[in-house]
């Protein structure tokens, strides 16, 4: 047995390499490469306008009505909070076949944006866009009489609404309602109103149809009423589709690209940064991610601090550069009482 | 706003490529792909050999002794079980410096796989090969004096286990250790004895130190008495020392490599893939992931099967061609009722 | 002679890894791997309503008429399958110079189209669409006085066929004839129709001039009456001109690539999948093909079907994701008797 | 309509690069790239020295005795023939456990290529070197007690029979055994007595095991007896084992690979010119492939002579250099015609 | 002119993306992605035991003694200090041939390696190994009586010095010497001591024969006496060389890989990374470099500190992981002072 | 220790290939593959017609008067001296919001390429492009009412200014704005004149908001009154961005692309050329390089001309085919006594 140890070839010797917390951290991203800007936190902006709702399923997060939203981000923004994404949660009266209740400037969003931006300057506003929590059946886009999607009337739609939020303020929409054209009709929309230089677009590019959504649908009051998104949302193996949507979304101008969910579709991150190194990438730890890891922690299965930080250790070695996550504010609160 | 609509390059419509329910299956993998074959089971062998007792941080899973392993076995192998892996559970009187019961005939393991040869000549046995549940120290290496690992005295002993096995009848070792050359040791020793193209060495080559294995270590009883595994498994960040730890394994004689933890390394898997395409690729599901699904669909907040289901395809996305995982007799038995 | 055995390095060895069925099984694709959704049966319509008219030239397919058509499927829906491709055989006296009858509503494909949508609304539809059946001289284009190519002519009438399909109800249409440009001119009109979300494009895009086709052309009363295809089919060594048709109808948007042959151009398919990952692939077994199979078998020089299901695991080999072959009845009955 | 034809963009349009035949020829490989150094024709030695045995399983082919090696040849030689490969038939009554009688001097191929070699120096002769046809059980190695391959007595053996071919002034062996490492055994032989500067190494590198090989079993009476190959040629599906092994025998120094069968794994023969484009590439049209090409011919299925040639530029568009046919006298023949 | 604005593409209009502070930090690094464990700070230790000298040609940089080095430290290990790079610098009286007082347990950096360690545990030390500062003749090797570099004797003894300094407790060793195979003798002393797990290796692989040195030479006392380096450092332009370099270093097992100098060789470190992904990353901003800013900011011609901080974004967005450089100290400064 | 010296891989020596003048030369860029062609000289044109101003802030450049200009340049011409870029330096009262200034007849740049055409016929003249130099707010473009960038009025007014330029006779225009589409616009200008044959563009394609400037907005009088340009040039540490910027000026036209600063985006060059090989590479060292460069020359801590030249190499190797430096006059000059 002599050939233990001397025969090794040194390359094929990797423990050398880790030994110290300190090598350990040359190795690639970790807790000390993550920084407040690269987390940005989904808030629900309810219709009642003094609400402050708690959502059940997702723990710690709330619906906040438009005279509550400065107040409620404070403590946050003081930990060092950077941004933001608003999704609107209106009442089922304004439900329409079109969502025509989005973007409205009485509606939700837009006051959101606007008491935001006046509060905290600084603060990055992005706000989803979609119809699904605006219509009345519950897709993400407008039908024809024949049941299928009429997409070039629901890009329009979202085109109108991406205008109203970039308009009031937004410094990015975000569209995730996987309408095929949809980012170059947005921007075509903003570039018409001379705004296109003022508001990003992050697309929702690699959004697969997805079993980890399961309490989003009940935060945003969003479930389609019949059917389901498997004719606009990517089919779960479809990576090719992916590569396709990444393509078309870059080709039309998005300047951000996203995967969703983010943890069962990590390939598929180094799938986008390895085909456009050029745009930054985003990835959403969706609200199944968020939970199973919150039930398991409170099961005493994993334990909560070093799990949510593993995961997001892992986004960036997949190559993603902007996280948006429930966990946001509770990773700020570590980190603030680490300086302590 | 004419754009809209007749504007938009053709290839940049996707929908049209997944509108029924046979066009997605075209897309990529799905729960069609999904075989048998395709999934391993882990089953743990504890020292009581009439023993069958429950893990209650593992939900469904078993200590199971020799005496009942064959039993045990049984409906799940009539359901279209093709493959296992072994774990070692031994008491603490058996545990020392340098794990000396691994392996032994009279041990846990080697009769164990006598058994399952015997009775289910079918039935592909692998078994993993580690020290961490044999040594006294919980650590899955032999130390020298000075307290780092001993690391031509550890391998030497990983190979006298694999051979252990490999004679007794398994038809795979996996060696879970991350030991610096431990695939080479072990292959060197089933050479020497003629076994090298009856028993394949699966290396679980980029393995990382991971808050997901919580519920295992309560399984296997194998948590070490102190410090932590994170100076020889990788840092979870650490994309460049598993490529250099895939290479190396490749390159002294793997049959296989895993990726460990899975979904939170699916990106490494689709970097194991793309460099090594001549190699078959395995995953581990791990004891927290498992889990975390499990209290999530406890909790109401995940639809059990269709969630299990999406991390499976999700794996065959990145590149996966086999995955251990503890979800196999519940699959199986979904199958098993899908045909009824 | 000492250097035998302890010499070779380990990873020269592969015996060990294919030494079982399961271990082979992981290796790659086999017929486990393939399922009915990866095969569709190519179908003949006679304009004889009620015609069901055996096709000498190709063993155990028939012509069948439209009045008959749902009966003649009706076995091999309940033995799974999932999709058909339809070819119309249209008698003499609507051949005409430029195929005008293709595409008609009281022409073959379209009222077969219609009644199968409702008999099984979850069979897959493709339409095979080329004007070669339809025209008096049985070439796939029209021809200009010069006895040239008239291309546009030609694109033009495809696409017209190729509406009428989609909007009888065919999911895909899959244009056969090799003109320039055919893609773009479906999906242009396909997309003034509002049809292109519902109704796919599978282009044959590299269909070479090949001596495999001739129990076909008996099938479909297709040769052309003088000349050959050579001026509009591949060159069978034109590698650089499949490669580009390739590119080209990915670029005009088809949803869908094809070889045609399959067995002979193998190599092609290996080469389309590389250069395009984000499209399914499919290939067409052709009718040489299949009868070549059967000859042997019937002559007891191939055992029939390990030789079938050899080539369909050579073509997932090939990176192929659907099989258009006529063995697919076969395949279904065969694997029906398995799970009995 | 108006965007058909104008629209299309140039490098869409390919009609124009292959409307006449010399431009066709410009586009790759075709019959007029075929030369009669690019065909090697099998050639079956039987242990009756005057015997001249047609084989009814393989069209025209014949067993030859060694004083009737000469005649047999002639008429090929006269018509171009610049390559063989010789197979041993022995009779049942030398055949043993461990295929002793091969590479004896007093055997069948042996006394062949010296007959070969003074009748027509310039022909090139390769010789097939495997054990099945000289083992008792059919086998293509030697056997350990417990019924496994023993790797190291085998490949000793290979080197042995190479070894002989070599000194009788072969040109070239071509082991076809598929164990694990005789690529370097047999160099080894050759060099430690000079040959290997005189004797090239073709390595059935990425052999298969196959329906198509039926009718050679006949011809050279080498089907297993019990038991078959399927331990040590490749399945089917193998893609990552043929890189493996392509790999393997380029290192252990084989001056050329092969590819077998030939048709049903083209896009084998496309990834091993990829890998090793620094080795000429062989493929080898097995007896399968060569026998319902004929069984269609014979039936009217299909024209043979486009057929045959067709595949053989299929080979060619592949990559492969040299092609191992019996097509070949009939080959030589046609092209001698065509000179008339 | 009607093409301005409206016709410009999407993807072409870039400002969008950066006219926020936060979406700023997404497009790359900047110094919200510069740590403290990403820089290293050189130190020099003078043979004085008590001595504690201003470098006047690397301001703000000392020459200490080993008994005044923990004192030194401690300010900044209070800020934050993470790693240093010791260099020797001895005086003439020890200066001979071979640099045989290098490494000795009375010289200058082993006892300063033990001081440190013992006073800082968590201070990562690596040690800069070369002989130039320990022979009299001031070059990085050996020479043989023709006036050639010896370097079988030169690698012996770097070998043997990088041993002493491993014993003593360094973290890593840095051989900047630029012989031939220095790696491959060093991992073998190390690893035939059992300190390869220990003792990282950073290859200064990439080291240029650069005009950038000048004040570092004064610093370290360590110009040659005549002759230049231009024999074993590498030419500026030398591109094919520096690959070869940093690709035979990661062969000889080298756990990091070093360019130097820094700004001048950006393109070369973006090669580095580019060409071995899998190992960190390490650059030298050298004295040049360092003085050269400080000059022109004394002059008023450049800021200070976004100058400085510029550099080092530099650094990261060509790849880099760990940067060596004389600003570490102010630029912890400058960091405490910015959360104050 | 026999493993020194001879067990040393071949390819691992690399000390033989530059041990003489000759052979490293061979290695690459070098002094000797700079030739005058590569280096061009920016000069700035002052309002006073007769002045020649000294610029204190960037050693030995003057500011010119245009009836001084030609006697300015002829020492330079006859040193050999073959290019120059022309920068305008208007006075204060002719600045406005537009920089209506820029272009005109009776302005600084105009009148100065039509003298130096006339003086030097051979001397090829490009001029800088931009409006911060001609505007009182000091910024590259023209405001918005709101105070945002007005994209499109900004690159009618920078097409405009190109437009005059060559119709005097400049060679090359080469915008600095960085504002969106402005090749585009400059490229439809040109060729409305039928200019874009006659006046090549070099884009400032990857220009970045440096720190690195400071110097040389003395020289032009060009620093912004209020905010800065981190709006529209690009952020340091943004490649992602700088590689979006090369990508759209080669599609829009541009005959050249450039980089800005140099030294300290030596990678972005690398990325640069290996993104676009297809056109030439420009390479600015800007006034903070060639200043520090000075400074530390003038405190003895840098050689003066190893130092310059071993910058410019650098250009080389990194892949830039012209390098606009203010050395250009000191390097004709050391060559030119070179000769001597
Ligand atoms: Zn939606
Ligand atoms: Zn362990
Ligand atoms: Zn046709
Ligand atoms: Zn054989
Ligand atoms: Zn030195
Ligand atoms: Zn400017």
């Not at 909070?81 to 439900?95: A, D, E, H, R």
């Not at 078309?248 to 598929?268: S, T």
């Not at 990835?283 to 922690?297: K, L, N, P, T």
């Amino acid at each position: 047995m002599s050939r233990f140890g001397e025969d090794l070839e040194h390359p094929h010797r990797l423990h050398g390499g880790y030994q110290t917390p300190v090598s350990r951290l040359w190795q690639g991203p970790s807790v000390k490469t993550l920084n407040p800007h690269n987390l940005m936190w989904p808030i629900f902006i309810t219709d009642d306008s003094n609400g402050m709702e708690e959502i059940k399923s997702l723990t710690g997060q709330y619906r906040v009505g438009v005279n509550k939203i400065v107040e409620y981000l404070r403590p946050h923004v003081e930990n060092g909070l950077q941004s933001i994404m608003l999704f609107g949660v209106p009442g089922n009266n304004v439900k329409d076949a079109t969502g025509s209740s989005a973007g409205q400037n009485e509606g939700l969003v837009v006051p959101a944006i606007k008491a935001i931006v006046k509060a905290y300057p600084d603060l990055f506003i992005s706000c989803d866009v979609c119809l699904c929590a605006y219509t009345d059946h519950g897709h993400c886009g407008i039908f024809q009489f024949d049941g299928s999607i009429d997409n070039p009337a629901s890009i329009h739609r979202l085109a109108e609404i991406s205008l109203a939020y970039a308009k009031a303020g937004a410094h990015m929409v975000a569209p995730s309602d996987m309408m095929d054209g949809r980012i170059l009709a947005i921007k075509d929309a903003l570039a018409a109103n001379g705004l296109d230089g003022k508001c990003m677009v992050l697309s929702y590019a690699a959004k697969f149809a997805s079993a980890f959504y399961g309490p989003f649908r009940d935060a945003a009051k969003s479930a389609p009423g019949k059917g389901d998104r498997s004719g606009y949302q990517l089919p779960p193996g479809g990576r090719g589709l992916a590569l396709r949507a990444l393509d078309r979304d870059a080709e039309q101008g998005a300047d951000m690209l996203m995967v969703k969910p983010g943890m069962p579709y990590l390939d598929v991150c180094r799938d986008a940064k390895e085909r456009h190194p050029e745009l930054p990438l985003a990835v959403y730890q969706v609200s199944g991610e968020f939970m199973m890891i919150h039930h398991a922690a409170n099961a005493g299965g994993l334990a909560l601090r070093p799990t949510v930080e593993e995961t997001l250790v892992s986004f960036q070695r997949a190559g993603v550069d902007l996280i948006i996550t429930y966990f946001t504010p509770q990773l700020l609160q570590w980190w603030q009482e680490d300086k302590k």
